[in-house]
């Protein structure tokens, strides 16, 4: 069995020990305020075997029973902007939920929406310019569709060259795994553009990818028309922040704000780090998203919100519904705070 493996094992019984807790009304002040929820794709499911980005895709099903149970569970929908309010208010027996999809995949339109609509629930699209203008590509989907076509890969990037069999399942894992960590570093661009290049050798075009995936600025200016849909900055290049200079990261920033009021007519509020980890996270990252106006920034860190929050509005968690955990139960499980309390 692999590491991953035996993590989401680990996962699935933590959440099956904070559902018995929670229905013993323990730790009941877990839960706190409310929570912000994050996604990235919303698809009728296709069997790929291995699936390096399983945990970024749940199936509309899955999304409609997420929002069920929380309505069942008595969470107030709410949208993103709304949080900072809701947080500085006196304590109300009501949680509240609010909703974020993250790179704006065009089936947040075409699948998501239609689910937030019949539970009227208001949602952000957080939007990288550079993708919506195909300007920079997903390089994890990039990297994924090159595993699965090709059976070897020569990978060289940083005066290292490796040459990587992808035959098997277990080979193409490990291939993405050890092209991923060369992109996971302060080289992040020159590593894309040299995984692009190899892709092409492959017949793999990267941006064609990014093109038949994300929505571009024309879609999102009819999308951001919706009365439930928000849009968000989500930075130009979706590189990890903490690798840029000051200069950079400033423009980054507000260039990313700029880009979003230019197709909605409205300056973004709410701010989604990339990658929302320590790659884009830091003191330094936070107090520029800050200085940049917004009003709150979201990072990947897992939770839920409680009245404290109120005063770390720049660096505030979300709880990912993953792909590979659907069901009501792990919803509930999630959203009692649990998990990250026993867990970390």
């Known amino acids: 069995m692999g590491t991953a493996s035996i993590k989401r094992k680990l996962i699935a019984g933590g959440l099956a020990s904070a559902l018995v807790l929670q229905r013993l009304k323990l730790m009941e002040a877990a839960s706190g305020r409310g929570a912000i929820f994050t996604l990235h794709q919303v698809r009728p499911y296709e069997t790929l075997v291995p699936d390096p980005n399983r945990h970024l895709e749940i199936s509309p099903q899955f999304l409609a029973i997420a929002l069920r149970t929380l309505w069942r569970e008595n969470y107030e929908f709410i949208s993103l902007d709304e949080v900072p309010e809701r ?7 009501r949680p509240f939920a609010a909703f974020a999809l993250d790179d704006a995949y065009g089936n947040a339109q075409s699948m998501a929406l239609p689910v937030f609509e019949r539970f009227d629930a208001p949602f952000t699209v957080f939007v990288c310019e550079g993708l919506s203008k195909r300007s920079h590509t997903l ?7 090159l595993i699965h076509k090709a059976t070897e890969l020569d990978y060289t990037f940083g005066g290292t060259r490796l040459v990587l069999k992808t035959g098997t399942s277990a080979q193409k ?5 050890r092209i991923a960590a060369c992109i996971n570093t302060p080289n992040e661009a020159e590593a894309i553009q040299t995984l692009n290049a190899l892709a092409m050798q492959h017949g793999i075009d990267s941006k064609a990818l990014v093109e038949g995936t994300i929505l571009s600025g024309a879609d999102l200016q009819a999308f951001a028309s919706h009365p439930l849909v928000r849009l968000g900055a989500h930075s130009l290049s979706h590189r990890a922040l903490t690798h840029l200079n000051d200069d950079e ?7 990313s704000a700029d880009y979003v009021e230019s197709l ?8 989604a780090y990339p ?4 790659r884009s996270v830091d003191s330094r990252t936070v107090n520029a998203v800050c200085n940049a106006g917004f009003t709150l920034a979201v990072t990947t860190t897992p939770g839920t919100l409680s009245a ?8 505030l968690p979300r709880i990912s519904l993953n792909g590979y955990f659907q069901t009501p139960t ?5 959203a009692s705070g649990i998990p990250f309390r026993l867990f970390g």
Do not use: M
């Open 249 to 255: 990261l400033k423009r980054e920033i507000i260039g």
């Open 264 to 271: 909605c007519g409205r300056r973004p509020t709410c701010f």
């Open 330 to 334: 792990a919803v509930k499980a999630l």
């Open 87 to 93: 947080l500085a208010r006196p304590s109300s027996d």
């Open 139 to 145: 390089w994890w989907e990039t990297l994924s569709a």
């Open 275 to 278: 990658y929302g980890d320590a």
């Open 308 to 315: 404290q929050h109120a005063q770390q509005l720049h660096s």
């Open 173 to 177: 894992q490990l291939a993405f795994n």
